[in-house]
């Protein structure tokens, strides 16, 4: 019998706030699966994270996570710049976002969507973090991430489909 994978997405946005000094407060703001409630900002940084509840250790996953319209990629090109953290409980669920915690991942740039490489995968709760920016303001859908073992095609896992709603500044841009 083949493993049963989960996952799941979500978005935080790292909300922009001025304090009385003149420097900005970032504060991590989920972001409602429906995207009715509140929405990223033209210009703030939004970061993506895919939670994979893997039963029993594989080998070579890959995850494909369509890009939802209005968003880009912090950074265009291909590389290590992704991160894989073990997620141990409900409450980690939103990490920091450290640069200590998790592995380096390979993450793979394409047009519609950005391809995740992990080579070995012990049994447990893991979670993938990266980083988008908010570009265009809209109301946009976000299609399904997709997990599989490249290598098993019977182990595979689709999250769900979300909104994300993009607002424009208040000063115009």
């Known amino acids: 019998m083949a493993s049963r994978v989960e996952a799941t997405r979500s978005f935080v946005r790292q909300k922009q706030e001025p304090t009385l000094l003149g420097t900005l407060r970032i504060t991590p703001e989920p972001l409602p699966a429906d995207g009715k409630a509140n929405a990223a900002v033209t210009g703030e940084q939004v970061t993506a994270r895919v939670t994979l509840i893997v039963p029993n250790e594989l080998e070579y996953v890959m995850v494909e996570v369509p890009k939802p319209a209005g968003c880009e990629p912090l950074?265009?090109?291909?590389?290590?710049?992704?991160?894989?953290?073990?997620?141990?409980s409900a409450k980690d669920q939103v990490?920091?976002?450290?640069?200590?915690?998790?592995?380096?991942?390979?993450?793979?740039e394409h047009d519609d969507q950005s391809v995740f490489f992990i080579d070995a995968l012990a049994a447990g709760d893991w979670e993938i973090v990266f980083s988008l920016r908010a570009t265009t303001p809209g109301d946009f859908r976000a299609l399904p991430a997709e997990a599989s073992a490249m290598y098993v095609p019977e182990v595979r896992a689709n999250?769900?489909?979300?909104?994300?709603?993009?607002?424009?500044?208040?000063?115009?841009?």
Do not use: W
Request: aromatic residues 4%; without cysteine.
């Open 75 to 88: 950074n265009p090109l291909s590389g290590y710049d992704a991160t894989l953290r073990e997620v141990t």
């Open 159 to 173: 999250s769900d489909a979300q909104r994300v709603r993009i607002e424009r500044r208040d000063d115009g841009r």
């Open 95 to 108: 990490p920091s976002n450290s640069a200590a915690e998790g592995r380096s991942i390979y993450r793979e």
